[in-house]
């Protein structure tokens, strides 16, 4: 053994096992000598020719004496012969080249041992053991030690060859003869190495880019640059090209090609400007990456990623302009594509997917790319970006509309049609799309329109419930009314209230439902068997589409949107009236078919619908509806047009005379100084002279003549005749006495009114309405409360409130109410003196019949036992707690229920201090629920289960009494209760009386 070991190297026919990789890395660490400062990562290898010829020697004789390196040198001697360019070039006397040459055989020789050892079958881990490293893992030493011979290879062997403007450099020139050849031969080495993983890693993470440009050029530059390369060569590194460009990360390789490219900023500073034919070429090639599966996402990662990441990251995130300029390149199509129509085909899901990315800092890239390529898509070709984005964007939303005929009889009830994840994200897409987009371009409002329905339905769902979509819905919604014509947004409104069929809803079959991550899904609703049931669901489901859009249109004040809202359904209102009353009701006429009674319910379904949005929205938005004279203008015009057409009378003739008192009081308020008028406004306000003076000769009630004359003349006066009824009028729309602005024509601005002169005393409509307000009070002596005698404690002020809050008009009444509950916010020490004087004003107006006269009194009831609950509480209680007899008991119950509505609002406004009163408060409200009369029972248990949730369900040993009390309540009626028990339910029954 001795002998063979100190004997000359085995003959070359004689066979030797195969090298071991760890006798490869060594043979390559002895080619490039010990590592110096120079071999930092990412530079060139400091070896001078010197070094590498006496480098190449000691390998040399290594290879050929040493014992136990024949294996490598039979090894290295099969890979030259099989690439005779590197086995001159390592024999040739040019030292750079020689070493590449020598280098790149080695690491073939590598890679041969390190497939083999990958083929070969894996030994079996022990048990318990982890599994084995893989035979072709490389240890972290010799890792090091191949990094450092790739970057040499590729700095001696590929570099110094590329043409001119594909290196880092300025480059060679074209090159003469062999140059070509040499650089074939480096690049097919360096393709073969990056098929194996354990070269391929380090080799592309490091070197992809000069790779390419080697491929590049000898693939598809001109023929000068490939001398010495044959076409069956050429196509060799067309079809390597590809491969490498597919096998790695798709991000790195756009990153890549647009460096190669010469895109600004990309490329360094030394390099040189691409040539043409590689600009053209690197387009061809992005093209086709982005037009691959999951292309778009990676041409997008590529281009907005920084290697570096971190804050490269962040700062590409608030770079908009490139976001921008990336997602016109998306919206370009490319030439080799086969048509437009199969490129929007195959790229615009993926751009949908943009809009899901969960990274935080890259989400606002990918939208910002997606947002923007979609609205250059969708002006660009309309018809294309409808099919392929916009429709599959509202997909989820459409397959519940009831313009889509849903095959629903298949589905049993409670199927999903819609799960809560897929709306969710399609809500939140349309936000990013359109909201975040902002383009009002007549496409994205025809498609946005079409869904409207269905997302104000959730939008009402949402906040009826506790749902995150309710501010995205009601952001979209906005935005359409905000940016859509006004004659389009209130044709939507329109379509909302359910007054037209222009905007599709919700399937009638379709049912929202809460979801279990805080949105909802849309299900295939349940029939209801019972009649009264579904009635109820349905009147329910009316009453709260109309709150939300009441709602939604507080929040277009400014813009003026809510105004003509308004003074539209105004009209609507009219015109519905005369319609009915031209009509005769198929009911009366015995000879009415089956079609014109129900032409005539459509009709009057029509009219309730239009006075309960009229209803809503004067309670909602009407105090800050009207933006400009214009509006105010058209509203009064509109309300006195009805009321000299059609005086007010029947059922409806309540809200009627409400509506025109609160017209006419808008424009004595604007007159009285609301609003600084100009001379042009009053050119407005003249329209309505005609009109009033009509009313003031033909309407039946003589206050609302002579008010009527009073605006006449200060509307042709310009307001330098103003007489004081418009102080009381402005009054009942502002909610507060005639404020600094009115004025009188006996006083200066903000004084009471003195009493006329002589000569005008009995002619001017003072005077008439003076004599008029008297006689309407000397009936009230004998029929009516009287108001509680002004003593001399009271002040000036304060007496004429209290006088007013027993007017006969319901407005003058309801205002002075007001006034007076501003007092008590105010704590006026003169108004909390007389608490009790005013609690008794409050709680006899609180049997009014009008609304807003016994609201009024409500909130003054309110205000004052939350400034001194151990006071007033008692008092209320006992009168909620008094069951009257005979043919008052109906009207006890209605003054009791408002007593119920008035110790809830007391409840809400006392907090946590509800505790010290918990005890009478529940007793009361129990008492409510075992009352013969069944609405009083249902206000008192929903009475009773607001003032649980504002306790917090602390009942203590009353618990059972609570919960027994509304369960003997619904078994013994045998239904479930006409209105929801939980808040507001007191009012609800109020409203519906």
């Not at 354990?198 to 070197?207: D, F, K, T, Y």
């Not at 389009?488 to 079959?509: E, I, K, N, W």
Request: charged share 20%; proline share 8%.
């Amino acid at each position: 053994m001795a002998a063979l070991a100190g004997s000359s190297p085995a003959m070359a026919g004689e066979a030797q096992p195969d090298p071991e990789p760890a006798r490869v890395v060594e043979a390559l660490e002895l080619l490039l000598g010990p590592p110096s400062d120079g071999d930092s990562p990412g530079s060139e290898p400091a070896l001078c020719p010197e070094t590498l010829r006496r480098n190449a020697a000691a390998l040399e004789e290594r290879l050929s004496r040493a014992a136990g390196w024949a294996a490598l040198r039979q090894l290295r001697a099969a890979v030259l012969s099989r690439a005779p360019a590197l086995a001159a070039g390592a024999a040739g006397s040019e030292p750079g080249w020689a070493a590449a040459c020598g280098l790149l055989a080695l690491l073939l020789c590598l890679k041969e041992r390190l497939a083999a050892l990958a083929a070969a079958p894996a030994a079996p881990a022990a048990p318990g053991a982890p599994p084995p490293p893989g035979a072709d893992t490389l240890s972290v030493g010799q890792e090091r030690v191949v990094r450092r011979a790739l970057r040499a290879a590729v700095g001696l062997g590929l570099l110094p060859h590329l043409p001119p403007g594909l290196g880092p450099g300025p480059g060679l020139g074209p090159p003469p003869g062999a140059r070509g050849a040499r650089l074939f031969a480096a690049v097919a080495a360096l393709v073969e190495l990056a098929r194996v993983p354990a070269l391929g890693a380090p080799l592309l993470s490091r070197h992809l880019r000069l790779l390419l440009s080697g491929l590049c050029g000898l693939g598809h530059g001109p023929a000068a640059l490939c001398q010495g390369v044959s076409e069956a060569e050429r196509a060799q590194c067309r079809e390597a090209l590809r491969d490498i460009l597919d096998r790695v990360y798709q991000p790195l390789a756009v990153q890549e090609l647009l460096v190669l490219q010469g895109q600004p900023k990309q490329r360094s500073v030394s390099a040189g400007a691409a040539p043409a034919w590689l600009r053209r070429l690197c387009g061809h090639l992005l093209s086709e990456r982005l037009l691959r599966p999951g292309g778009v996402q990676a041409v997008v990662r590529g281009v907005l990623e920084g290697t570096d990441g971190g804050a490269g990251a962040e700062a590409a995130a608030l770079d908009w302009r490139k976001c921008d300029a990336v997602g016109k390149i998306l919206a370009a199509c490319p030439q080799q594509c086969l048509s437009l129509e199969d490129y929007y085909r195959q790229v615009c899901p993926q751009i949908l997917d943009l809009l899901h990315i969960q990274d935080k800092v890259a989400a606002r890239q990918f939208q910002r790319v997606a947002t923007t390529t979609l609205l250059t898509m969708a002006r660009e070709q309309p018809e294309l970006a409808q099919r392929h984005l916009l429709q599959p964007l509202l997909a989820p939303l459409r397959r519940c509309s009831e313009a889509t005929e849903l095959a629903l009889e298949d589905l049993t009830a409670g199927a999903v049609v819609v799960p809560e994840a897929e709306l969710g994200s399609c809500v939140e897409d349309m936000v990013k799309v359109y909201v975040v987009g902002n383009d009002s371009s007549s496409l994205l409002l025809g498609s946005l329109q079409s869904v409207l329905g269905v997302v104000f339905s959730l939008y009402s769902f949402a906040k009826q419930n506790v749902s995150y979509l309710r501010s995205p819905c009601q952001d979209i919604l906005l935005w359409f009314l905000e940016k859509a014509e006004r004659e389009q947004s209130l044709a939507v409104l329109q379509g909302l209230a359910r007054l037209s069929s222009l905007v599709p809803t919700l399937h009638p079959q379709c049912q929202l439902r809460v979801g279990s991550e805080g949105g909802a899904a849309v299900v295939v609703g349940e029939t209801s068997s019972d009649e009264d049931e579904a009635l109820y669901q349905k009147i329910s489901l009316e009453q709260c589409h109309v709150e939300s859009l009441v709602e939604l249109l507080s929040h277009c004040q400014k813009s003026g949107l809510a105004g003509d809202f308004f003074i539209h359904c105004l009209k609507e209102l009219t015109q519905v009236a005369a319609e009915d009353e031209a009509a005769p009701s198929p009911a009366v006429e015995p000879a009415g078919s089956l079609l014109e009674l129900e032409q005539h319910q459509a009709r009057q379904g029509r009219k309730l619908l239009v006075l309960q949005l009229v209803a809503a929205l004067c309670e909602g938005v009407s105090d800050t509806v009207f933006t400009d004279i214009v509006q105010v203008q058209e509203f009064v015009a509109a309300v006195l047009h009805r009321a000299c057409a059609h005086p007010a009378r029947g059922p409806g003739a309540a809200a009627e005379a409400q509506t025109l008192a609160m017209a006419m009081g808008l424009v004595a308020a604007v007159l009285g100084g609301a609003v600084q008028l100009k001379s042009s406004d009053f050119v407005v306000l003249k329209r309505l002279v005609p009109l009033l003076e009509e009313l003031s000769r033909t309407y039946p009630e003589p206050l609302t003549q002579e008010l009527a004359q009073d605006l006449r003349i200060a509307i042709c006066t310009h307001g330098a005749c103003s007489p004081g009824s418009l102080g009381t009028a402005a009054g009942s729309v502002l909610g507060r006495e005639p404020g600094p602005g009115a004025r009188s024509p006996a006083g200066p601005p903000g004084t009471a009114p003195s009493p006329p002169s002589p000569q005008h005393r009995h002619g001017s409509p003072s005077a008439r309405r003076d004599r008029s307000r008297e006689q309407s009070r000397e009936p009230r002596a004998s029929g009516a409360p009287a108001a509680p005698s002004a003593d001399g404690a009271a002040p000036p002020g304060l007496q004429e409130l209290l006088v007013s809050a027993y007017d006969p008009q319901p407005p003058a009444r309801a205002a002075a109410l007001r006034c007076l509950a501003s007092l008590v916010t105010q704590r006026d020490p003169e108004a909390l003196r007389l608490q009790e004087k005013l609690l008794q004003v409050f709680l006899e107006n609180v049997q009014h019949e009008d609304a807003f006269v016994y609201l009024s009194a409500i909130q003054g009831v309110a205000l004052l036992s939350s400034e001194y609950p151990e006071r007033i509480l008692p008092v209320l209680l006992a009168q909620y707690e008094c069951r009257a007899q005979g043919t008052e008991e109906a009207m006890a119950a209605v003054t009791r229920m408002k007593l119920g509505e008035v110790l809830m609002r007391v409840t809400r406004a006392l907090g946590d201090m509800v505790f010290q009163h918990r005890e009478p408060l529940i007793r009361a409200f129990l008492r409510g629920a075992r009352d013969p009369d069944s609405a009083l029972r249902a206000s008192s248990l929903s009475n009773l289960g607001e003032l649980c949730q504002h306790l917090g369900f602390q009942l203590g040993s009353i618990i059972q009494e609570c919960s027994w009390s509304e369960t003997r309540w619904v078994w013994h009626s045998g239904c479930s209760p006409r209105f929801p028990l939980g808040a507001g339910g007191s009012r609800q029954w109020m409203r519906c009386q």
